[in-house]
């Protein structure tokens, strides 16, 4: 499809603030002009798009799947056309900024990567990042007090409706010391159930394929557990003790590259949860959130190569 150069700035503005409000008369008031006005708009740019974006009735205003795909151009487009012209007047060194959410599974060697290229690339880029459970991070990423959350969430009832983008599996493994006792040969159920454990904290959603990898592995899980999400403490504490830690891949990937840990063969292989990004589409990504999610993609695509993942769901 060409594009139609009769669609105008006023269409795409029209169409972003109907998205954001869910409703054409809120969206009339936001931008003073009448809801008849807003309708017309919204009409010209379906006809001239040759697609239904909105579904009206009596409660408001529901995307199509066609208007949830163009929102996601439309909006970066606009933005980025604001901060251009931001940039040719008082605020031409004015800092872009994103805000991540990031849990603890791509803390170690994902994320920074990823921030690592970003500052590379762009001289003037703030990245906040917080950690913590999911359900937090996506509760503000809700609210929009962030832009993005990466790591694994798909299993969290608060992903309802938001975007989610899967980038590559993640598989769990059981890690130890070097020098531990259970390495060098296949570990038996019942030797494993005689070490302390590592685990994700109980409020997480990693947490059920952590304690399903002990299942699988015929073993119970010990009584005498640390659960944190805290990767520093869990390799500190895993280096100083016999404990076993059922660790993400990434969060140990260096170390275990390194032989400053290493892998417990258990006879199985976890298949991995689904990392990947998640987004607000009720937002309008900045220009920093989308060069963030650019990079994101990039370095996935290594990863997979890297940990032998699959590719993303198309």
């Known amino acids: 499809m060409n594009l139609d150069n009769r669609i105008k700035l ?43 974006l ?76 917080v950690g913590g459970p999911s359900a937090h991070l996506l509760g503000l990423l809700r609210v929009g007090e962030l832009d993005l959350v990466v790591g694994r969430m798909t299993e969290s009832p608060l992903i309802e409706g938001l975007s989610f983008e899967h980038l590559y599996h993640e598989p769990l493994v059981l890690v130890v010391r070097p020098g531990h006792a259970l390495l060098g040969s296949p570990v038996q159920a019942e030797a494993l159930e005689n070490y302390p454990v590592v685990l994700p904290s109980a409020d997480t959603t990693i947490r059920r394929d952590a304690e399903s990898l002990y299942v699988q592995c015929g073993a119970s899980l010990p009584q005498q557990r640390l659960e944190t999400l805290s990767i520093a403490l869990s390799r500190r504490y895993v280096l100083l003790s016999d404990a076993v830690w059922v660790a993400p891949r990434d969060a140990v990937l260096l170390d275990l590259e390194k032989d400053e840990l290493a892998e417990l063969e258990v006879g199985i292989k976890d298949p991995g949860g689904s990392l990947g990004i998640c987004s607000n589409p009720t937002h309008t990504p900045s220009v920093g959130t989308q060069w963030c999610i650019e990079h994101l993609r990039e370095v996935a695509e290594e990863f997979r190569v890297r940990l032998g993942s699959s590719p993303p769901f198309h």
């Open 54 to 129: 909105c579904e009206r009735s009596k409660s408001g205003v529901v995307l199509t799947r066609a208007g949830q795909s163009f929102l996601r151009y439309a909006g970066v487009s606009v933005q980025a056309l604001r901060e251009g012209v931001r940039s040719l007047g008082s605020h031409a060194h004015e800092v872009s900024s994103v805000r991540l959410g990031a849990l603890s599974t791509v803390e170690s060697a994902f994320l920074p990567e990823v921030v690592r290229r970003l500052h590379e690339q762009h001289e003037a880029l703030r990245i906040s990042v």
């Open 10 to 52: 006023r269409h795409l503005t029209c169409f972003l603030e109907i998205a954001r409000q869910g409703s054409l008369a809120r969206a009339a008031s936001v931008l003073a002009i009448s809801p008849p006005a807003v309708s017309k708009t919204l009409r010209e740019l379906e006809e001239f798009l040759g697609a239904s």
